[in-house]
């Protein structure tokens, strides 16, 4: 039975929503926001036995984003895992008229985020046994995810990556050049404006209104994205330099990546088969400091969302991510 706190969600029947209400912070109150499909027996049946059998999936997306990508739901559920969704605080579902989208000080703050999306995914199966955990994470909540992973290592089982930004794109001495400058701007005012730096390529490889396949609420998902403040960014420069140090993670780890990035100032047309937001060569080589058992996939064709490229490119992801799911370790 449904528990009565789940309603339908805006991606319709047969997805679901929770809210989870947190600790309010200096804007207010704040919650985040779960979301699962509600499952047939029928589902159970054909989905039971593939190789993320016992596996539970959380998904945390990325910067100026929300969760809409059901076939990567369906997908996963194909191949046996248990998949929930979660929109931080102050993004997407989860975001108020009263708050500063995505804004956080320190990365560490999802941490109550993620323990109640956790607490709810087990109230779901009351007194049954703790089973596999492999969050999955795309851009800057494959960040979030691999700091947290390194945390409540206890907890983790896998961890599956998709485009994370662990690294700036200008490389590690440009990030480290930038830092001084950032975090004065944070201590003096973390909310101050800074320059657009997004010229709306990204939007244009996966929207259909562009090159791309897939329609969203642009509320919660803007063509710019959301504006920068150096507090948030700071945040994500203390986040790569840990990466940077090495987080020592000993589970496998699979980080998804295009072949190519496109990191120009005027479109074109192969920005539609490209990585127009990261440095991917220079997050592929990063991603090597997150622990002892990374599997790097670099997937020609692919974009920033690998999960959101062409049919082809989807399905060689999917199937990396089936062929990873046999290395996890057995419980």
Do not use: C
């Amino acid at each position: 039975m449904v528990d009565e706190h789940w309603h339908e969600d805006v991606l319709g029947a047969p997805y679901e929503r929770l809210e989870l209400p947190l600790a309010p912070d200096a804007e207010g109150p704040v919650v985040a926001t779960l979301v699962r499909r509600r499952h047939t027996p029928t589902d159970m049946l054909m989905h039971g036995r593939g190789p993320l059998h016992g596996v539970d999936v959380l998904y945390v997306h990325g910067w100026s984003d929300y969760f809409f990508q059901v076939e990567l739901a369906e997908r996963l559920e194909r191949l046996g895992a248990r998949f929930h969704a979660l929109d931080l605080r102050k993004y997407g579902r989860s975001l108020r008229p009263h708050q500063t989208p995505g804004d956080v000080s320190d990365l560490a703050v999802y941490d109550e985020d993620i323990a109640a999306a956790l607490d709810a995914i087990s109230a779901e199966h009351p007194g049954s046994t703790r089973r596999r955990l492999v969050p999955m994470g795309h851009s800057t909540g494959g960040l979030t995810l691999s700091l947290w992973a390194a945390r409540h290592r206890d907890l983790v089982d896998g961890l599956v990556l998709n485009s994370p930004w662990l690294e700036f794109q200008a490389t590690a001495v440009g990030r480290a050049l930038m830092t001084p400058v950032v975090r004065l701007g944070a201590r003096r005012n973390p909310l101050a404006p800074m320059p657009a730096v997004d010229p709306g390529f990204y939007t244009r490889t996966v929207s259909t209104a562009g090159e791309g396949s897939w329609t969203y609420d642009q509320q919660w998902r803007p063509d710019r994205g959301f504006p920068l403040h150096p507090g948030w960014l700071a945040a994500v420069f203390d986040g790569q330099a840990q990466v940077e140090h090495g987080l020592g993670l000993e589970v496998p780890v699979l980080v998804l990546l295009s072949d190519k990035s496109m990191l120009q100032p005027r479109w074109d047309p192969g920005m539609a088969h490209a990585d127009v937001a990261l440095n991917v060569d220079t997050v592929a080589h990063r991603a090597l400091s997150l622990g002892t058992e990374v599997t790097v996939r670099r997937l020609a064709g692919a974009v920033h969302d690998v999960v959101l490229s062409a049919p082809d490119v989807r399905e060689h992801a999917y199937d990396a991510i089936a062929r990873w799911s046999t290395t996890l370790p057995a419980r």
